[in-house]
């Protein structure tokens, strides 16, 4: 039900991450308006699929989705509808046997033009520290070559709604987008690319150390 | 009409002082279209987006003066909320302190509420007194240790500067109607009058370090202030305090000289304050929510200083 997600986003999304937190982004031009794109972005909180949400306009809002762990999400039937049907959630299977694909919704959405959030590495972490980026990523930009991965960078969300806690607190929250990735056969450059864009948009992000001879 | 607009009203001199803060900023704004029309090789986009942001701030600040009580809480309590998030953001909060930053937050709809029902009594000493002692407390009942000092006392500097001082603003704003000295345009002309002075004061500061002045005066905190700087504006303020002030506050002439003289000083010092705080945390601007001038506390830095001590000189002497 998409028309759900937009008033999700439009009611509770960014006042969160607008209001309550205060968001400041740099390059957001550089977001994909049309499907089928890969966003890769890390992951620290529950606020980041909200905060990613917000990056985007209103009307592109129902062609983009999250991937996120089914076990976590589908874990009782309210808690499923609400992520299905109003987050707009794909449910991926993690650590399933041979056999089952755990990426099927991943590749529809794809296949259908849309806009794929993806967190590649795959759990929410420490905050501010930044886990190795999974292969899957690897595997459905193969599928989709055309389809180009946009790295996005988030500071400060685990610090508003870390692990195991229920309260955002309000904090300004950083958020810089990076240059367009394509796929690459070396799996293992492919990944450490878009790593280092990672690593990279987060020394930028972080806040400016002054130089001595500078004034205030 | 509704009630609230009939009760809009403003007093003579302060129509006067914010019709003298729009000229000055169409001045500005039209002197650097001019200065950018005649040199397009510099870059005046800092300078522009600066005069811009001002003239967002005076339209902003110009609600809290309006006369209405609930409308210049809400003002001054979305400028605390805003100067106490880029607060804790900038410095290092402990994972374990979650929750007590929630009760950080609380304090501001608290403290307003206790200025907008006039309880002077509450207004001066929640701050200092009850959540100086319920924020460790809650802190203990977490029960980490590690960082605690570190974490206990920013915590309260930050609640103290970020709502604490700034709230004395709206404070002045009902002070003569508490006493029953006068309405809510006298308030409003003296929340004006430290205001205007504090933030001519800064740029008075600045233009004044910039063309004398050798001799610094903090050179490890904030090597651009010199003792020219801080001299010539403070003596730029304690003359524009005694010129505009009897106008605009119930003070005599001496007392008005004597104030500016104080927001001269003090406001000097709330800016180097804030310096320190970021020099400590590395940084160089507070944040990015006012572009041009960088954070809110930027701006708000010598107004942690000059609002409530300007508040206590005029309650003492007048109210």
């Known amino acids: ?32 308006l049309t499907g089928p794109a890969i966003v890769v972005a890390n992951h620290n909180s529950h606020l980041d699929i909200l905060t990613l949400y917000s990056l985007f306009p209103l009307a592109v809002i129902r062609n983009v989705q999250p991937a996120a762990a089914a076990d976590y999400f589908l874990k ?70 055309d389809a180009p991965v946009i790295p996005v960078y988030m500071h400060g969300l685990g610090r508003a709604l870390g692990r195991g806690q229920w309260l955002p607190i309000p904090f300004f929250v950083d958020v810089a987008v990076g240059r367009t990735h394509f796929w690459q056969e070396n799996r293992q450059a492919f990944k450490q690319d878009l790593r280092d864009c990672l690593l990279q948009l987060r020394d930028k992000v972080l806040p400016v150390k002054p130089n001595e001879e500078e004034g205030y | 009409m509704p009630d609230w607009i009939t009760q809009l009203s403003l007093p003579m001199p302060l129509q006067w002082g914010l019709g003298g803060v729009v000229v000055i900023l169409i001045i500005a704004t039209l002197t650097i279209a001019l200065l950018a029309h005649r040199k397009p090789e510099k870059n005046w986009t800092e300078l522009k987006l600066r005069v811009r942001t001002w003239w967002w701030i005076v339209a902003f600040f110009s609600l809290a003066l309006l006369g209405n009580k609930t409308l210049a809480m809400l003002v001054f309590g979305l400028v605390s909320f805003l100067a106490l998030k ?107 009058f430290v205001v205007a002075l504090t933030q001519s004061n800064d ?64 406001g000097f010092i709330g800016d180097i304050v804030i310096s320190a705080v970021k020099r400590d945390i590395g940084v160089k601007d507070s944040g990015s929510l006012l572009p041009g001038h960088g954070g809110i506390l930027d701006r708000l830095d010598s107004l942690t200083y000059t609002a409530p001590l300007f508040f206590h000189f005029v309650r003492y002497l007048y109210f």
Not at chain 1, 15 to 24: M, R, S
Not at chain 2, 149 to 171: D, E, G, K, N, Y
């Open chain 1, 1 to 32: 039900m998409p028309w759900l997600r937009v008033l999700f986003v439009l009611l509770v999304a960014r006042p969160v991450v607008k209001l309550w937190l205060g968001l400041t982004i740099r390059h957001q031009e550089r977001l994909p």
């Open chain 2, 203 to 266: 740029v008075a500061q600045y233009l004044w370090g910039k063309s004398t002045g050798r001799r610094k005066v903090a050179p490890k905190v904030s090597p651009n202030k010199t003792l020219g700087g801080l001299l010539g504006g403070a003596a730029t303020t304690t003359l524009i305090a005694w010129l505009i002030g009897p106008y605009l506050t119930p003070m005599s002439p001496l007392h008005c000289a004597l104030a500016g003289l104080l927001i001269g000083i003090t």
């Open chain 1, 76 to 145: 009782n039937r309210l808690m499923a509808w609400f992520a299905t049907q109003v987050v707009g959630i794909i449910p991926v299977k993690r650590g399933t046997k041979k056999g089952d694909d755990p990426l099927a919704g991943c590749r529809a959405a794809l296949a259908d033009g849309r806009i794929l959030i993806l967190f590649p590495e795959g759990t929410r972490g420490e905050p501010e520290v930044l886990s190795e980026v999974k292969s899957g990523i690897w595997h459905l930009a193969g599928e989709f070559r």
């Open chain 2, 86 to 192: 880029e607060f804790l953001t900038l410095s290092s909060t402990r994972e374990a302190d979650h929750v007590v930053l929630f009760w950080a937050y609380l304090t501001i709809p608290l403290q307003y509420y206790w200025i907008h029902i006039t309880w002077y009594g509450m207004f001066i000493i929640f701050i200092p007194v009850y959540v100086y002692l319920f924020l460790p407390m809650r802190m203990v009942l977490i029960g980490e240790t590690k960082g605690f000092l570190r974490a206990a006392s920013s915590l309260q500097w930050a609640v103290m500067l970020t709502v604490f001082c700034i709230s004395h603003l709206p404070a002045l704003l009902i002070l003569p109607e508490t006493v029953g000295k006068g309405d809510i345009g006298t308030g409003a002309m003296l929340l004006f």
